[in-house]
């Protein structure tokens, strides 16, 4: 990122969430003790019958064999050891059902809850945590580590709540220190601003980007984008690539006061070869998670930060003439961890087959109700976009009350 856009963007992300009141009424949020959101966002349409809900047909399973957790009676795939012995802060969502088997559509959906169109941008769930959060730091409300420049971001709401994008979580905010030249602009901008009429509103927000950013700037709290802060033995646990950075500086971010953070992977489009893919890919997700929820656990965090594992749809029970999975949104799965739910629970079920979903079925509006609902976010409250289109946060969907605690 080239200093301009870092301090546009910083600026956009920071100015007002802490000086100006939300005009979609951040009031109406109710108490909740989930503070943060980690949402991990497996890009490319996770195999549920590989992961979440393997199946004992052999023409269906392939070499994928389901192993048991440390909750009796629930099975996964045999990639995630590691998460089976944390089976008991788990709640598994295997009758997720979605309409849309494109990854562009899938994936909007299953961030804003609307359906892609071309005449409006909805916001994604993190924006709407952003909206609505009480911000202690200096720092953004909202992150997106790895993420798409095809983002929804904060959509037809005010570009403040947009996600603070971080490129390669190994590499922080570069070009975030100052310098004499930036100094100088700096200097120059306060002049001038002594002189502006800041009465008027388009002036006073525009001094007030520059005081936010300058804020930023100065602030102690860039030190948690530097993972070498950390132990070399932290960093090999969580995993040297870059989910498993990703997950470490999203635990340094909710340590650090951030409400949402938002963490893309991609690769998980197993059309060619989806066994081989995944035996690199699942192992990865594995210690990633596995290390974050006792990292959480150990420093108190857990109870207030709930861990989001989110794909767009899943893949075809049948195996295609290249030992791959192709798209199917009828069914697949997805996972909550930590605060605001129950652990070492199972919710929904699918065919024998994994084809289709059998009991409970559930949309992704109704799989970001449930997030929306353990942040405690104004579900009900009906919000206009600049248009004068009302909307709500999460469309039409419906928490999972029974996987809330």
């Known amino acids: 990122m080239k200093r301009k856009d870092f301090i546009q963007n910083t600026a956009y992300s920071l100015f007002g969430i802490s ?18 959101v980690i949402y991990i ?12 809900d393997p199946k004992t047909d052999e023409e269906i399973k392939g070499p994928t064999e ?16 590691k998460v089976a012995q944390i089976m008991d802060k788990i709640a598994i969502v295997r009758s997720m059902s979605s309409n849309a088997g494109a990854h562009k559509q899938g994936q909007y959906l299953a961030r804003t809850s609307y359906q892609l169109r071309g005449s409006i941008v909805h916001p994604a769930l993190g924006a709407w945590a952003a909206n609505n959060a009480d911000q202690n730091t200096s720092l953004p409300a909202y992150m ?53 009429n800041i009465k008027q509103p388009k002036v006073a927000e525009y001094v007030q980007f520059y005081d936010e950013t300058l804020k930023v700037l100065n602030s102690k709290d860039l030190e948690v984008f530097n993972l070498n802060k950390e132990p070399s033995n932290k960093r090999q646990d969580y ?45 990865e997700v594995d210690t ?39 798209h199917h949104p009828a069914c697949y799965s997805c996972a909550l961890i930590g605060a605001g739910i129950k652990g070492g629970v199972v919710y929904g079920e699918t065919d024998k087959q ?3 979903v059998k009991e409970n079925k559930v949309s992704p509006q109704d799989f970001n109700a449930t997030i929306a609902s353990a942040l405690g976010l104004p579900l009900e409250q009906e919000v206009f976009s600049p248009s004068g289109r009302p909307f709500h946060i999460t469309g039409k969907g419906k928490p999972i009350k029974q996987i809330l605690s």
């Open 66 to 81: 389901a192993i048991d957790t440390n909750v009796p009676g629930i099975q996964i795939g045999q990639h995630l050891p």
């Open 144 to 196: 997106l580590i790895n993420g798409p420049s095809s983002h929804p971001g904060a959509g037809y709401l005010p570009k403040k709540f947009s996600p603070l994008p971080i490129v390669d979580p190994n590499k922080g905010l570069p070009n975030s220190k100052k310098d004499s030249k930036l100094e100088e602009r700096l200097g120059l901008l306060s002049s001038v601003n002594k002189g502006a």
């Open 41 to 52: 966002y497996l890009q490319g349409g996770l195999s549920h019958l590989d992961s979440f």
């Open 354 to 356: 994994g084809n289709r």
């Open 239 to 283: 995993g040297m690539n870059k989910l498993g950075q990703g997950c470490l500086l999203a635990k340094r971010l909710v340590k650090n006061g951030t409400t949402y953070v938002e963490i893309e992977n991609g690769g998980w489009d197993t059309h060619v070869n989806n066994f081989e893919k995944l035996e690199q890919k699942l192992p």
């Open 288 to 326: 990633a998670v596995s290390a974050l929820v006792k990292d959480l656990e150990v420093e108190g965090l857990l109870d207030s930060t709930l861990v989001v594992i989110a794909t767009e749809f899943g893949r075809t029970p049948k195996i295609n003439g290249n030992t791959g999975r192709d």
């Open 19 to 36: 000086a100006l009141p939300s005009v979609y009424g951040n009031t109406a949020k109710t108490p909740s003790k989930v503070k943060s």
